[in-house]
């Protein structure tokens, strides 16, 4: 996939399960705040 492909080139392949676990609380977070919702209203 692009994004696994875009994260690989970016972080590069031995990215460690402690970091991997930080970056998925951070994005929990982010989803979160935006109100745990999948589809967001289109802004006007």
Known sequence: ?????????????????????????EKSREFAAAGNRVYLPLAD
């Open 1 to 25: 996939m692009k994004f696994s492909h875009d994260i690989r080139r970016e972080h590069g392949d031995a990215m460690d399960e402690a970091g991997a676990e930080a970056g998925m609380a």
